[in-house]
């Protein structure tokens, strides 16, 4: 079997570095990053043209991006803040680089290009679109898709929300956020009216290598195929990893906007997979999500 040739930029991320342990068997990969095998800053211009003059291959998988959305908040409109310096003109540097290289793009985004109004959202539903409603964040994502999709006639978007995988030490996901704060007595009452499909991390390699061998082009989504709240999420994670379920307490997040956030959040921006399905994926269901990381972590997330 001839590998694929993948240049992963962002390979000790949460998600690419998973990615990058799951490729190895089907890609041949060239590991950029911070910390990687090749240092680079997709905000640097003659970065990004050191990777690609010096190194063979085919396709670059963006994971690289700025994800903490309270801190992208506090740079709403600032378009020299670091957020949308990664999210925009970083994607912007190696979209130039496909175009002048001749590679192919698959980028990693996001449910949060939604207002949440009207999910579960399809590929075809049009992002936003009330940006009053949508975060820095998910704006800066908004952006970036559309330089991707008038840029580039080659490129795979692959939308993902609230991943969550097995251990990692470097950050917090949905699933070890939960538990850290629920075993330290510090959960917060979680949502019962925000709508949610979590995505399984360890789907990401298997999906991206199915679109990239049937020749795949344009916007997909990898979520659980049900949809779920963040209250009953907890619930379940914290039963199957042994806490007790009955202590979960439900909030709301309409009142918390009201009260507490200045900062949007979609209340539903489930997303629908039945595209990927057509193709022959199943993605994980949440559920059995849950279950999966319970034994690959030997029942110890954090």
Not at 104 to 130: A, C
Not at 186 to 198: A, C, E, H, R
Request: aromatic residues 10%; proline residues 4%; hydrophobic residues 40%.
């Amino acid at each position: 079997m001839t590998k694929t040739k993948l240049a992963v930029v962002g390979c000790t991320s949460m998600v690419g570095s998973r990615f990058c342990g799951l490729a190895k068997n089907w890609a041949h990969l060239t590991q950029a990053d911070f910390k990687g095998d090749i240092n680079i800053d997709i905000t640097d211009i003659k970065s990004v043209e050191n990777l690609f003059q010096n190194h063979d291959f085919e396709w670059v998988a963006l994971f690289s991006a700025f994800t903490d959305v309270d801190e992208a908040e506090k740079q709403r409109d600032d378009k020299r803040g670091s957020c949308w310096q990664i999210n925009v003109e970083g994607v912007k540097n190696i979209i130039n680089a496909c175009q002048a290289h001749q590679k192919k793009l698959i980028f990693i985004s996001t449910d949060f290009v939604f207002d949440g109004t009207s999910g579960p959202y399809s590929e075809d539903d049009p992002t936003g679109p009330d940006l009053t409603k949508v975060s820095w964040y998910g704006i800066t994502k908004i952006e970036a898709e559309k330089l991707i999709t008038t840029g580039l006639s080659d490129f795979l978007i692959l939308r993902i929300a609230y991943p969550y995988r097995s251990k990692f030490p470097g950050k917090d996901d949905l699933a070890k956020r939960t538990l850290r704060l629920y075993f330290a007595g510090q959960l917060y009452p979680m949502f019962t009216d925000q709508f949610i499909s979590p995505t399984f991390i360890d789907d990401i390699a298997p999906t991206i290598h199915l679109l990239i061998t049937t020749n795949q082009k344009g916007i997909f989504h990898l979520v659980s195929p049900t949809v779920t709240t963040q209250y009953e999420f907890a619930k379940e994670l914290i039963s199957v990893f042994g806490g007790n379920p009955a202590k979960v307490q439900k909030g709301s997040l309409v009142e918390f906007l009201k009260e507490k956030s200045q900062i949007p959040r979609p209340l539903n921006s489930a997303l629908k997979a039945d595209k990927i399905k057509a193709l022959g994926f199943g993605p994980t269901d949440w559920k059995k999500g849950i279950k999966i990381i319970y034994t690959q972590s030997g029942g110890k997330l954090i």
